[in-house]
């Protein structure tokens, strides 16, 4: 297989490239509106033809956006197989009159083509395709067997992927998995993340009256928001540490070559510090400790908190009930299921049994370990393409990468186009021509690598 494959045929096809992200960014795929999605995978199924990849639209049941599939398999190495994950649907556009073009325009300026998904994840996915398109121009056939999995969920919490992957277990079967997307830092270099983080999601309530009070009659009345108070102290310590029993039971520390990893990963206290105006972290983390937080610690942060008047001015009021949102972000080994008992245990072995709890959202983490074959593969792939590339064991946020670690049984790695301050899920995201280039190279070079192995 010639090395040159890359280069030269990515090169000779950059223009179509721009043209076919601009022509998936003009159809929109809202899927929080349901917009436009049976269309997106119709458009997707064509793209995938066109670059020579065999693809059929999967169903799961009416209401549920529908999965494209595609799938090629290689005449030289059929061992092996390697799978794309992406997804077709956007966030919506909102504020519209916040965007400089329209946001489903796809208006290029230079080295940037603008418009609502044009990273996030339209642009990592046309890199993907046009990576199998490259190889399959320059020798009529692919390092490794590639199978696509694009999904139409993903902005809206992926809530039937886990179903998918179960029905489709067979078919979607392989020994590797690109995740969709990754981030680029502000010195170009391609971050190769081999986790995410889990999250729950709870809100948790207390009622105390029927119906607000006059605050006079708070020498009677009990006040809700200070019962709530008084709960959600004991949730955890102002180092940041959960103070549910067990929490952390299950939980493992860093492997030496994970310790390694995170050593040497490039992270700027002070910039950081900067960007959001804050002086100093919890817990006063710092040097590789706040770096440990970053990739492998767990929150429990209130994400909202409300009770009585906040608006204008002064009213004394005693109010009937008070709320508050909670998230948690979770590491390896932490079942969500076990975590909600365990926090239902807390509350009532406190003696808060008044306290309402409902859950939103329960996501286990994923991690690849460090020392798999798959991740040097990937990394020498990264440095050949962008000359530097940065190992991460975990990103900070969350992804369904659980439930294809758990049932495909295949480490998942993220490496993609997304350059950090491109303004995914913001007005005027753009995706940058030079790290689309680049990143459909990486993803030729990563075929190559998974196939010779
Ligand atoms: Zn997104």
Not at 63 to 91: C, R, W
């Amino acid at each position: 297989m010639s090395k040159m494959i890359p280069t030269k045929h990515v090169d000779a096809h950059m223009g179509e490239l721009v043209s076919d992200l601009q022509m998936l960014i003009r159809q929109p795929s809202v899927s929080a509106k349901n917009e436009g999605i049976e269309e997106c995978a119709i458009l997707v199924q064509k793209l995938l033809k066109k670059s020579g990849v065999k693809s059929e639209i999967l169903r799961l049941k009416k209401g549920v956006a529908p999965i494209v599939y595609g799938e090629i398999k290689s005449k030289q190495n059929s061992k092996k197989t390697l799978m794309f994950y992406n997804h077709y649907d956007v966030q919506p556009a909102e504020p519209f009159d916040l965007w400089d073009d329209p946001p489903f325009s796809g208006t290029k300026k230079g080295n940037k083509i603008f418009g609502r998904g044009a990273t996030d994840d339209k642009g990592e996915l046309i890199t993907r395709i046009k990576a199998v398109e490259a190889c399959l121009k320059t020798t009529g056939d692919v390092p490794c067997n590639i199978k696509f999995v694009i999904e139409g969920e993903e902005e809206t919490g992926s809530a039937h992927i886990e179903e998918y992957l179960r029905k489709y277990k067979k078919k979607f079967s392989c020994d590797g998995v690109i995740w969709e997307f990754g981030y680029v830092d502000a010195k170009n270099r391609p971050i190769i993340g081999l986790g995410m983080k889990g999250l729950l999601f709870v809100e948790l309530s207390v009622k105390e009256s029927i119906r607000d009070a006059h605050s006079s009659l708070a020498v009677l009345i009990k006040n809700p928001a200070w019962r709530l108070i008084e709960v959600v102290n004991t949730l955890r310590n102002s180092d940041g540490e959960v103070l549910i029993k067990d929490w952390y039971s299950e939980v493992s520390s860093f492997s030496k070559n994970d310790l390694k990893i995170i050593k040497n990963e490039p992270f700027d206290e002070n910039v950081f510090k900067k960007e959001f105006g804050i002086k100093s972290f919890v817990g006063n983390k710092k040097g590789m400790d706040a770096k440990k937080a970053l990739v492998g610690g767990a929150t429990c942060n209130i994400a909202g908190f409300v009770s009585g008047y906040v608006g204008d001015g002064a009213k004394t009021v005693l109010p009937g009930s008070a709320l508050v949102k909670i998230d948690f972000r979770l590491i390896p080994k932490m079942d969500p299921k076990k975590q909600v008992l365990r926090l239902k245990n807390h509350l009532k072995s406190k003696g808060f049994s008044d306290v309402g709890i409902r859950v939103y959202h329960g996501e286990a983490a994923a991690r690849t370990d460090s020392s798999h074959p798959f991740v040097s593969q990937v990394k020498d792939a990264a440095d050949k393409s962008f000359g530097k590339s940065i190992l991460n064991v975990s990103n900070a946020g969350t992804g369904p990468m659980y439930p294809f670690v758990e049932i495909l049984n295949a480490p998942c790695i993220s490496i993609g186009s997304t350059y950090m301050f491109s303004r995914i899920h913001s007005p005027n995201e753009f995706a940058r021509v030079d790290l689309l280039k680049k990143t459909t190279k990486c993803m030729c070079e990563i075929m190559i690598n998974f196939g010779n192995s």
